[in-house]
């Protein structure tokens, strides 16, 4: 099952390995990578037709790339009125969220020049969605709503199909009801060397965002420089800061929900209180047994789950903000109100207070977005968002009367770097040529 482990000190190999766990360095899942853009690149659709049979063992033709309408129609017709009503609502508070997010214009003015600073939308972006284990038709939302929102105008979507050469309804269904412009049953690297190089059918983007498996993202990682891309994501973790206060059901339920994703998936409680330890060990036990995906998620608590105990709630959430993880979240009731430990935290993708707001609410319909850092990266890196899909330009004036008052720095500047052309570009045009413009 789960181990519990005593923290003696962040040195502990066990700590260690929980707060360096990102590991992109696998050489022949690199070398297949590889292997797959390269072979996209050249090839195009036809390389397409080759790795979806080999991969998804779906057979398609290169008019079957692209989903058609009547797909989209038949697919509506499979799902339910209470899953669109509740994509509605996703949908609708996403939008609201990151509305917030939009940036204001911004203009810098002072004596001697005038900066501006000139944000604009991309293009064009390709989203990837990911398939297998699971349908994420709410990734479709997540990826889509802050490129609509920024102004993006055109949003592939690629899902890998089913082998009966089908994407998931709901996955459609949501593409459909956000507004998606195209949609591609492409998935794997082989996806991403589409958006990123363009093929026959797909036409080449300027930004990737979306999660996926690990040739998905080390895909992303090569084509890096080609296009931009959102972040390298990994298999998705939470770690729960609770002391003895915490409910044990709660907390065990919300472990299970993030290790059903992925046997890869990292589920972590940090606790002051070895009573709750036992009390969660004893409830994931209990739980999981009822799941469906009780393999999955059992495999998951066996080789990255953990419990750890450590002495003190400010020791628990020092170790939390050494880890930096992709969902954090905080039941502890004798520190104070959640919201007061909350502001102790440095490093977490997203932050969910209090016993009533489990980290599922945050993957569905909070508003806040799902694609967030993980495996340590949210010591730098942040969620998803409008920022993600904008370009800034520096727009720069000078009036010659501006030039002349900075001419002799720049020449100094110029002359102190050894870049004596620099210098002249400012002092010929200074040079009395009987020139009045102003």
Known sequence: M???????????????ELIFRRNLENKEANLTVEGILEDVRRSGDEALIKYTQRFDKAKLSRSDLAVKREETEEAFQK??????????????????YHQKQKRRRLTFARRGGIMLEVTRPLERVGAYVPGGRASYPTTVLMNVIPAQVAGVTEVALCVPPSPDGKVN????????????????????????????????????????TGPGNIYVTLA??????????DMLAGPSEVVILADEFANPAFIGADMLAQAEHDPLATALLITTSS???????????KQLSSLKRKDIAGESLKNKGKILICDTLDVALELANLIAPEHLEIM?????????VAEKVRNAG?????DWTPEVIGDYVAGPNHILPT???ARFSSPLGVEDFLKRSHVIFYSKKDLEKVAEAVSVLAETEGLEAHGKSCEIRLEDRGDEEK
């Not at 502890?332 to 007061?340: C, F, H, L, T, W």
């Open 2 to 16: 789960i181990p519990i482990l005593k923290v003696s000190d962040f040195e502990q190999k066990e700590v260690q």
């Open 79 to 96: 799902v339910s009125k209470e899953f669109i009503d509740a994509i509605e609502l996703a949908k609708e508070r996403i939008f609201y």
């Open 169 to 208: 309804a709901a996955t459609l269904v949501a593409a459909s009801m956000v507004g998606a412009s195209e949609i591609y049953k492409v998935g794997g690297a082989q996806a991403i060397a589409a958006l990123a190089y363009g093929t026959e059918t797909i036409k080449r983007v300027d930004k990737i």
């Open 220 to 229: 992303k990682k090569q084509v890096l420089g080609e296009v931009g891309i």
């Open 275 to 285: 009573q709750l330890a036992e009390a969660v060990k004893a409830e994931l036990k």
């Open 332 to 340: 502890a009731r004798k520190a104070g109100s959640a919201r007061e």
């Open 350 to 354: 997203a932050i969910f207070l209090g």
């Open 375 to 377: 495996e340590g990266t």
